[in-house]
T-cell receptor, first 114, second 113 residues
């Protein structure tokens, strides 16, 4: 099976609430993780990344948390807006991995309710 | 600076036909990738390149070929289209292996009938 996966395929939240999207990974050798946002009909867009020597990283309205003990990654979006509706992918890269790059999860579809 | 440009955006092929999906980037990135995305699935790597003249197979290379004659261009070739190749194809590029802020193109939606 895939080494990167998501707990929920669809997440529905009220506009203005905080969203939390989860990702489980199985390879403890992974040392770099990225969250991507993919809007309908568009290519994935980089949101935020984190390395395995960190457990938290913040961006503008987004925070990524990494728990290496349970191999879990989450993306928190504060004050969710209609423009946040998209599919969110986590991706991982193995430590010392080759140029074939990232392994992507299936994605979580975030739906914003008005 | 256009980023990663893919053409065409949509294409319908008949079984057995061939076509080339074009990808070009103007960021002077060494690393380029082709992915396919099936409905409800993540991205699967088809081929990648670490620089002009160098290509290698990814996870799902069968039925595809690539070339990298220049830094900018990384076309993907389908020689004998099959229904299993119906998918959305994304090209991506990256400056290096340390900072993986891949830049993706907008995709090519291919249907094989």
């Amino acid at each position: 099976g895939e080494s990167v996966g998501l707990h929920l395929p669809t997440l529905s939240v009220q506009e203005g609430d905080n969203s939390i999207i989860n990702c489980a990974y199985s390879n403890s050798a992974s040392d770099y993780f990225i969250w991507y946002k993919q809007e309908s009909g568009k290519g994935p867009q980089f949101i935020i990344d984190i390395r395995s020597n960190m457990d938290k990283r913040q961006g503008q309205r987004v925070t990524v948390l990494l728990n290496k003990t349970v191999k879990h990654l989450s993306l928190q979006i504060a004050a969710t807006q209609p423009g946040d509706s998209a599919v969110y992918f986590c991706a991982e890269n193995l430590s010392g991995g080759g140029a074939d790059g990232l392994t992507f999860g299936k994605g979580t579809h975030l739906i914003i309710q008005p | 600076n256009a980023g990663v440009t893919q053409t065409p955006k949509f294409r319908i092929l008949k079984i057995g036909q061939s076509m080339t999906l074009q990808c070009t980037q103007d960021m002077n990135h060494n690393y380029m990738y082709w992915y396919r995305q099936d409905p409800g699935m993540g991205l699967k790597l088809i081929y990648y390149s670490v620089g002009a003249g160098i290509t290698d197979k990814g996870e799902v290379p069968n039925g595809y070929n690539v070339s990298r004659s220049t830094t900018e261009d990384f076309p993907l070739r389908l020689e004998l289209a099959a229904p299993s190749q119906t998918s959305v194809y994304f090209c991506a590029s990256s400056y290096d292996l340390i900072n993986y802020g891949y830049t993706f193109g907008s995709g090519t939606r291919l249907t094989v009938v």
